[in-house]
């Protein structure tokens, strides 16, 4: 199992123990005021919320956490079953946060008649009133000291949830970028190797182009050379054609000149 699945098994764990323990809460919110003491219920109203508030603001984190937790898992399967974990999650939420609500409203109702009875007690006469409302008073006061400490606890707690959520944000974040930057660089490899292959070619194709003109320029002074060749033999055989025929034309003067003068000497004699 790799790193990202084992947190979300863990992450899984932690939101059981989380839930139950917000139900437990909650259940206790319920109850507020049914055992007959309605000043100290009351007084224990706001630090059982507190406590409430802390859980459902843990959900909210593991919530957060699980959505980038499901974007890195490994198969694609895994993917959409986290995904899909983080909508029940949410249902989940929503749920207690409803229950919790119709918590308060019961325990304000049971509170309010528990007070109700209390003051009809405290109005009444005799000894036990009087040593009861003393009682309340000292409670009261000490549960008051004890709430507002418990009220600074929460408000500590929950800026360190906060923050923590912040630098889980944060973190995640800086993962996106390394992300980034890994395929940037791998792009960056890439297209290195294929101007490195491109360079290659370019020069392969510059090398055959020297060569192809060459070529050229050989294959162009062999046929001007065999032109010119070509030329000069032909102009050396038209020269030897017109000697010849020159040739002959003079010897057959000079034979058309003989004929013509023997039959003048036969003609002297």
Not at 261 to 266: C, S, T
Request: proline letters at 1%; one cysteine or more; glycine letters at 6%.
């Amino acid at each position: 199992m790799d790193e990202v699945s084992l947190a979300v098994e863990n992450l899984k764990k932690e939101w059981d123990e989380t839930v139950s323990q917000l139900q437990e809460t909650i259940r206790a919110i319920e109850n507020c005021g049914k055992s007959g003491k309605g000043t100290e219920e009351a007084n224990a109203l706001p630090r059982l919320n507190g406590a409430a508030q802390d859980g459902l603001a843990s959900l909210r984190s593991m919530q957060f956490r699980l959505d980038l937790l499901a974007q890195q898992l490994p198969t694609m399967e895994e993917v959409q079953s986290g995904q899909a974990l983080v909508e029940i999650w949410k249902e989940q939420y929503q749920k207690l946060h409803m229950g919790l609500r119709n918590a308060n409203f019961q325990a304000k109702a049971n509170i309010k008649k528990a007070a109700q009875e209390e003051r009809e007690l405290l109005l009444g006469g005799g000894e036990e009133s009087t040593v009861r409302r003393r009682n309340l008073q000292t409670k009261a006061g000490m549960t008051s000291a004890a709430e507002s400490i418990t009220e600074s606890l929460r408000r500590t707690r929950q800026m360190m949830v906060q923050e923590v959520e912040r630098t889980a944000s944060t973190l995640a974040t800086f993962d996106e970028s390394g992300n980034v930057l890994k395929k940037a660089e791998s792009e960056y490899k890439g297209h290195r190797s294929l101007l490195s292959r491109t360079r290659g070619l370019l020069s392969s194709m510059k090398r055959q182009d020297v060569m192809d003109r060459i070529i050229l320029i050989v294959g162009f002074l062999i046929f001007a050379m065999v032109v010119l060749y070509v030329v000069s033999k032909r102009i050396g055989v038209l020269t030897l054609q017109r000697k010849i025929v020159a040739a002959i034309k003079s010897g057959s003067n000079v034979a058309l000149n003989q004929g013509i003068a023997a039959p003048n000497v036969n003609d002297e004699l």
